[in-house]
Structure formats: C-alpha cells, structure tokens
C-alpha cells in the first residue's frame, strides 16, 4: 500500500452522515484519497461539497472527499490504483436485495482488497467471506451520533468512536488480517480529532452492541415511541426492554462471551431521556425505509435459539418486524398479493 | 316488566353500527322501546334518523328508535318508566376513565336494572358487579360485521348473531339471572330478522372468541397489516398468530373450557381473505382511537399466568399494545412527560 506517496485508496460506500465523518476523518490525516458513493445526496455534494458541524470538527464548509461519484467503480477500468479498502456504512438490509457483497463487487479486487464493515448486527461478514473467501473483512462498530437534516448538511452530536477489528476468515493467516485492522486504524486516526481503536475482541463488541440494538431498536420501531418515552411509558421497560436485553445477555454467555453485569442498565439509560432520540430502526420505520432487522435480531435470535437460549421476547418482536418490513415490501411493490374480491354471501 | 303494554325501557349505550343494528332488533318486535344514547353522530341521527343498508334487514331510511340523546339519563329525573335493561354495546377501554360503571351510574336502579355488556374480552363484568353487586349482568356475545361509513348511515355486510347469557353474580339466586337473559333473548328475537341465543356456557363463549380478539387484533394493530394480509405476509402466521392463538386455548384449557381442536384454523381462516379486513383494534389504531387491550389481551393473559400457563407470544403483544396505548395517551395530554432538553455535552 505503497502507492500516492503513502496514501491508500479508500472506498467508501455511503456518502450520509456516517460516511461524510468517516471519509473526512480518512482524509484529513493525510493518510488516504476517498471515494465516496453518494446516492440521493449525491447532486448536492458534487455541487456544494459537504457543509459539516461537528463536535470532533467544528465547522467545516463545503468541504469535498477526493472524489465523489453515484455508482460502484469498477476495479478493472479506473484510472487510479484499485482500491485499498471498502469501507461500507449504508444500512444492511439482508432480507432486500441487492446484497452487499453484489452491491461492491465491481470494486472488489478477490484476496486484496479489504473489506470494512462499519454496520451493526451479527453475522454480517457471513455472506462477504462467502463472496470473497481470500479477503480481508473488517469489522467496525461505531458510536456516533450523526444525521443529515438536509443533503449534504452534516450534524454531528455526539463523538465518533470506532473500533475496528479483523473478522476471523479461516483462510487468511491471523496476522495478515491483524495487520490490515492496525494498517486501517492508524489510517483512520491520523487526523487525530476521533476515537479510532482496534477491537481486541469483535464477537464480543457485536454482542454488546447488541444489547441495545436488538432491543431498543425494534422496540421503538414497533411502538413509534423513542428512548425517552419509551422510558417514561408505563411497565415497557420492565415488560419489554430490559427481558429482551437479558435475553441478548443469555445469548451472549451461550456464545462464550459474559458481559458486565451492568450492560443491561447501561444501554436502558444511554440516550439522555430528555432528548427523546429515535433510535434508527425507529428513523427508518417513521421515514418508510426498510429495516435492518435481520441483522440486529434476526441472526442473535437464531444463535441463541441454537445454542439452547430461550428467546420469548426477541422471537415474537423479529416476526413483527418481519410483518412491518413486508408490509413495506407491498407498498414498494415487491411482494404481491391477491386483488381485493367482492363480499359474496 | 309489564309497562307500556308489556314492552321493556331499554337504554342502549353507544349508537354507531352494532347499536343501530341492536336498537332496530329491539324495535321491530314491539317487545322494547329503545332510547339510544349517540355520541359522534347525535346530530345526524337526531335530524335524519338512521339510514340502514342491512343483510338482515334489507334498506331502510331516517329510521329513528323511540328516543335519542347525547348522555346518560338519569333514572331519578326521567318521566318515563325506569330502563329495565342497560345495553352497553361501546368499546370497553378499561385503563381510560370514565369506567364504564361510573358512566351508566346515573341511569342504573340499584338491584333492579338488568346491565347488558355486548362488549368482547375478559372479566368485564368485575368492575359492574363491584358497583351494583345485586343487579343482574348478562353477557352478550356479539358476531355482526357492520360499520358506520357516514354519521348515521350504517352497512351492515354479515349476519347479527348474538349470544346472551348472565354473568354469574353470587348475590343472586341462578334462576333470576337466567330469566333476565332468556327474556332479554326473546324481546332481541322477536323482529324474527336476526339470530339471538340463549349462551348456556358464558365464559366458554368468551374464551372461544378471544382466540380470534387477543391474537389477531393486537397482531394486525401493531403490524398495520389487516387479517388477509397477516396471513400472506412471510411467517407471521406461523411465528406469530397461531402461537398466540395456542396460548389463548391452553389458557382456557386451564380455566376449565376445552376449545375444540379446529378452533385455530377456524379463526385464522374467519376472514375471507381477500376481503383484507381490518380486526376492531388496527381499525381504532388507524383512527387515533384507544384500543381495548386491557380486557381483550390482558385479563386472559393474566388469567392464564396465574393459572401457570406459559403465554411468552401473548405477554409481549400485552407490553407493546399498552406502549401504543400510552403513546395515544400522551398525544390526547392524559400523560405528561418532562420538557425536551439541550444536549449538554
């Protein structure tokens, strides 16, 4: 990764407000060039750039990622040197296609080019290794909390924290994917104004993670209510939030991985109340996006399930969102159902 | 009962579709005359009468039941007879006051007025019994598919069957209670355009009918899918309805009341399909109402954990249904909850 005077050449697929942060926090360091992929912000950002205010940052006008396009580059015509890593931020929506792996493969070089997850959930690296069985996939797992109230306005809140980890592939030596999860932090971290760190254990960061995200996340999304009133709302805490957070807990020791005892208490008050924060299934639910549900309860159910975990209350809300995302597959016109008949008597 | 030539005084609480359609049965035999109590549609049907498209009862125009009002009488002050009978037929919203008990309270004669509850769910007569423990409390369960598409015009697309019979009130003997059911089927009957019964087993009535109303109605509300689409939709059949349903019978079957073995798939199966009925609840939840999940969904949970029987489907749809309930409640201000504050970082 020699080539521009040291710099890698980063991809980076979804130019939101994750992506906006990551690519300038890659760039800024001077350690990388950024393509980014933008897709409905994509005519405001080839115009304007991106208008950030950031509390790593501050404010950051019109600001412009090496280059700035609408599709998947394709490996083999560019101009420039193939591409270092991926780095994928979109959403992961298992249950929709395309699937990621079939999104970035135009960019994919087979056993070069790593892989970089920054997306939440379990078994996400599953059908990449399956793709690309010779290359490096990363795992990230972000705190951060950023949106975008217009195209291509960037509000960052609260800091981004990543950490970044190697998924085991079997068929690479360990210290190959080591060393491209070292090459990409220091990559990552060289502007300074970020928390980039490696993750000495993925599995069990993902599992943590989970203990909000498999819980919260469809909670709020099923109800339409946000952390704060979802707090505030009668016995859901003791009803719903904290048993399917204990569940996650249960499904994590099965796996191997004993989490504090505090996480459950943790993730219940980590969004400040009074700031009523939808948590993004809820965003996606109230903007009519689909959601990533199989990832972040789908895949944590099943392995707990399978290793003996009982999971009464993660069962019931997965097939509710699995109702919720098909209703939303009939709106767009991906499923089909009969035509409405007349009442005959 | 022998006043005005042997006709019963009936106050009917609640005059959308089922008490329109409720009202003209009482009428049309000449056994009942019937003062109706409108909320929402007062003005129209106080005007222009009802308007009534009927597969019981053909077309029939400005038809006006003997008497119509916007509150409760009061039997003290009335110049007519007392009311004999009570019909409660509006939706029993158990956790939003006023309780049912105290807004007929003006209109009941203490050991005399004979209550009716054409309402669905559990326990429903305990807090009436609580408050007028030597009257008579008769059960009525109700299967009509009718609605109200304009104030005061009323569609009546499936048969009224209604079944009748008295809730047991250890304060009085059987045989007086058992009276004022069977005379109340006969004076329902008596048009000859419908089909009232006597119930001789209420709380197995009940229980029967919960398999449909705890199961499908939250799982359709919550979803936003009505009862044709549940059932395309992916597994929520599989992994959502019939588990629920088996719930509701193992509860009955715990209470004492053994359901038959067809009565799953008979419920799953009620709604033709592609008619894509909306159930009573995803109806309320799409009009901003308040849902009766209290007395549909939580007293037979409650009844059936009490009596050791697992219900893991049927507890989170409780949780879920009382956080949207809650959310209705915040947006009508009947909860408050603190000010949105400043990120302080």
Chains 1, 2 share one sequence.
């Not at 109230?149 to 509000?155: E, M, R, T, Y």
């Not at 199989?294 to 944590?300: R, T, V």
């Amino acid at each position: 990764m020699a080539n521009d005077e040291s710099k890698a050449s980063v991809l980076l697929v979804g130019g939101g407000s994750v992506g906006a942060i990551a690519a300038l926090n890659l760039e800024i360091g001077h350690q990388a060039t950024v393509t980014i992929v933008c897709r409905s912000n994509f005519a405001a950002v080839i115009q304007e750039g991106y208008t950030i205010r950031s509390c790593d940052h501050g404010t950051i006008n019109n600001w412009k990622p090496t280059k700035i396009v609408n599709t998947i580059p394709n490996a083999a015509s560019e101009e420039g040197p193939p591409f270092d890593y991926i780095v994928c931020v979109t959403k992961n929506i298992a249950d929709v296609p395309p699937s990621l792996a079939d999104l970035i493969r135009p960019a994919v070089i087979p056993s070069k080019t790593v892989i970089v997850l920054i997306q939440n959930g379990l078994n996400i690296e599953k059908p990449l290794l399956a793709a690309y069985p010779h290359n490096t996939i990363l795992s990230g797992v972000s705190l951060i909390g950023a949106n975008e109230p217009a195209p291509g306005h960037i509000a960052q809140d609260f800091p981004d924290t990543l950490h970044i980890g190697a998924f085991a592939n079997p068929n690479l030596p360990p210290d190959i994917q080591e060393s491209a999860a070292e090459d990409f932090v220091r990559r990552y971290s060289a502007g300074g104004k970020t928390h980039c760190a490696l993750d000495p254990n993925v599995p069990r960061t993902r599992w943590r993670k989970l203990v909000y995200n498999a819980c919260l996340n469809p909670i709020c999304a099923i109800t339409g209510l946000d952390t704060g009133r979802i707090r505030l709302a009668d016995d859901a805490v003791a009803g719903l939030v904290r048993p399917a957070m204990l569940e996650i807990v249960a499904a994590a020791r099965a796996a191997g991985h004993e989490l504090p005892a505090t996480v459950v208490g943790d993730m219940i008050d980590m969004d400040p109340l009074e700031m009523y924060l939808p948590p993004s299934m809820l965003s996606d639910t109230r903007k009519g996006n689909f959601i990533e549900y199989e990832n972040i309860l789908g895949e944590p159910l099943r392995e707990g399930e399978k290793l003996g975990v009982a999971m009464p209350t993660l069962r019931v809300l997965y097939f509710l969102c699995q109702a919720v995302q098909w209703k939303n597959k009939e709106i767009r016109g991906l499923v089909s159902i009969p035509p409405k008949g007349s009442f005959v008597t």
